[in-house]
């Protein structure tokens, strides 16, 4: 079964930066979308950053614009998240999700078990 | 903030049938974009329950059912177990955002 496993997290300063990380395996990661979600704690999912298979194309939600940068290894079979300029409102679990792409949308078919960012003094 | 609504908590006996609501615009479900759902049990990652409006994932049972008209969808559970206590998240992709976007979730309860 797909296995995609997240690494990174921790507490950082706000300001700060982090680099989350998440090996893939067992499924040919080269060949689709892969993203990146977050849930606050006790709050709901939200959508944050998409990254097409050859990394040419990438997607992010507002409120990360500018601060996020998502990045992909192909040879490595990892997907990245780097963040800068970390906020308060930054803290939550990230979890790394794979992408189906289809024209009707798009949806996240495997997750990650999450690793959790927390931003705070 | 979520631009898709969903009932915060909805609850029913072991057997019985449960629905959960899904409310979106004309820049998502509205505009024809496929509606996903998914299953978050206590303390775990989410799982991908419902995709293309009311498709199933191998593994996902039968009990578990989609469907989307006009600008909401739904998700329908039949014969509650209390396993199915868990949260359920339905997701789209908004065209003004450009980008997915989730519902507010709606916690389901087993009496």
């Known amino acids: 079964e797909v296995q995609l496993v997240e690494s990174g997290g921790g507490l950082v300063q706000p300001g700060g930066s982090l680099r989350l990380s998440c090996a893939a395996s067992?499924?040919?990661?080269?060949?689709?979308?892969m993203s990146w979600v977050r849930q606050a704690p006790g709050k709901g999912l939200e959508w944050v950053a998409n990254?097409?298979?050859?990394?040419?194309?990438?997607y992010y939600v507002d409120s990360v614009k500018g601060r996020f940068t998502i990045s992909r290894d192909n040879a490595k079979n990892s997907l990245y998240l780097q963040m800068n300029s970390l906020r308060v409102e930054d803290t939550a679990a990230y979890y790394c999700?794979?992408?189906?792409?289809?024209?009707?949308?798009?949806?996240?078919?495997?997750w990650g078990q999450g690793t959790l960012v927390t931003v705070s003094s | 903030q979520s631009v898709l609504t969903q009932p915060p908590s909805v609850s029913g006996a072991p057997g019985q049938r449960v629905t959960i609501s899904c409310t979106g615009s004309?820049?998502?479900?509205?505009?024809?974009?496929?509606v996903h759902w998914y299953q978050q049990l206590p303390g775990t990652a989410p799982k991908l329950l419902i995709y293309?409006?009311?498709n199933r994932p191998s593994g996902v049972p039968d009990r578990f059912s989609g469907s989307k008209s006009g600008t909401s969808a739904s998700l329908a559970i039949s014969g509650l177990q209390a396993e199915d206590e868990a949260d359920y998240y339905c997701?789209?992709?908004?065209?003004?955002?450009?980008?997915?976007?989730f519902g507010t979730g709606t916690k389901v309860t087993v009496l």
């Open positions: 293309g409006n009311s």
């Open positions: 004309s820049s998502n479900i509205g505009a024809g974009y496929d």
């Open positions: 997701q789209s992709y908004d065209s003004s955002l450009s980008g997915s976007v």
């Open positions: 990254i097409k298979q050859d990394g040419d194309e990438k």
């Open positions: 067992r499924f040919t990661f080269s060949t689709y979308w």
């Open positions: 999700a794979r992408g189906q792409y289809e024209s009707s949308g798009y949806y996240f078919d495997y």
